[in-house]
């Protein structure tokens, strides 16, 4: 198939205090409410209105850590077992937005403070959206492998592996 | 501040019943199971493994069918009032990027198939990520304008107001 691809500019950073992917949390809910910060460019502040209304938000970033090198299959963090890349939130993918959903602490400006955060220092912010439990949580979920891996979600942390 | 804009090119495309915005559910949870298909390049067939054992996975777009202008502060459809871009999902941002959690139904080859679906036909598809409770779903949430407005989410369709 063919498709135009589209290109797009970061509209902030997100600053936490993990400054490489290792020994960071695997996902914010497991994030020990790790704070962040993330600023925007002076001429977002106006678009913040009204966020502080809400409890969390989704944030879009790019994994600029992760290099362009991707694999279709991938053995993740959670699991021994190679699993297809789109049944893993892996950061090396084809297009590498990452998605995380944390909770807003206070909005100051152009400053967004945030906890439960699970990204690396620095890593520019393409988007941010309000979490809205009608919208984004479905009915009777099943979680597949990560479900049946022994570990859980809050005892593993990042190694090199996705860097 | 300085940002590298990054290049993103899309994986596939969705299609669904919705010709135009006008008339779509606006999200979703609310979408009275609206059915799509999301056809990937051939090239990701392997990454698709796996993804079948959850039971919705989140889709990343491109909102395509909105031009390119965006303001900062935009009327929703769910409210009367003014409020800052970031605080709404509409379409129109900075970076376009649209985000629908849907339902899977089944993955055939190259070809998956979902339901409560709200995007336009023909949307390119960014990525795709399983939706996982444990980390996308927080605690304690409270929804700002969204839980106040009197329309509630489920009567409430597009008009043309962004397209």
Redesign the interface.
Known sequence: ?D???????????IHTDFETAEGMPI????ADNAPGAV?F?A????????????????L?Y?FHDSDDDYS??VKPFLDENE???????APK?????G?S?V?IDSIDGTELTVS?IDVVDGT?L?????????????D???????AKSEDG?GRTRADSRFR
Not at 6 to 11: A, L, N, R
Not at 140 to 146: K, P
Request: net charge negative; charged share 20%; proline share 11%.
């Open positions: 198939m498709h135009s691809s589209v290109e797009y500019t970061p509209i902030g950073t996902q914010p809910s497991v600023e460019d001429v977002y502040e106006p678009a913040l209105s009204d966020l502080d209304g809400f409890s969390h938000c989704i879009l790019q279709t299959t699993r297809g890349l789109f049944a893993t939130r993918r084809p297009n590498n937005i998605l959903i909770a439960g520019p393409l988007d941010v959206k309000p979490f809205v439990p009608e919208f984004d949580v479905p009777d979920t099943e979680s597949g492998w990560i979600t």
